[in-house]
Nanobody
Framework: QVQLVESGGGLVQAGGSLRLSCAAS????????MGWFRQAPGKEREFVAA????????YYTDSVKGRFTISRDNAKNTVDLQMNSLKPEDTAVYYC?????????????????WGQGTQVTVSS
């Protein structure tokens, strides 16, 4: 069993920045790909970014490319999402997730463990 705990959400004005962090309980965290997803009210959960176990491969949805950066620290069992130039449409609950198959997929069904989510609200 793996526990994932997100932190760093909050309220920010458009154009501002936030850094989300996800801490994993499992010591073998470094063996697995990780992803960030988000869900806005009334919408389906959508892919934001993913990172391979080594951190060498990263993937982003088009709407956040150039603004968001995913990174990980395997020594600390953490994966972060740096979010810059935030827009009101980035408002959502953000979730981190762990992929035991290490695919770093954009599909939420490929992920096995999820955090409880952290709210990000961007005001215009």
């Amino acid at each position: 069993q793996v526990q994932l705990v997100e932190s760093g959400g909050g309220l920010v004005q458009a154009g501002g920045s936030l850094r989300l962090s996800c801490a994993a309980s499992r010591r073998t965290f470094s063996n697995y790909a990780m992803g960030w997803f988000r869900q806005a009210p009334g919408k389906e959960r959508e892919f934001v970014a993913a990172i391979s176990w080594s951190g060498i491969r990263t993937y982003y949805t088009d709407s956040v490319k150039g603004r968001f950066t995913i990174s990980r620290d395997n020594a600390k069992n953490t994966v972060d999402l740096q979010m810059n130039s935030l827009k009101p449409e980035d408002t959502a609950v953000y979730y981190c997730a762990l992929d035991r198959d290490n695919i770093a997929s954009m599909r939420s069904s490929r992920y096995d463990y999820w955090g409880q989510g952290t709210q990000v609200t961007v005001s215009s």
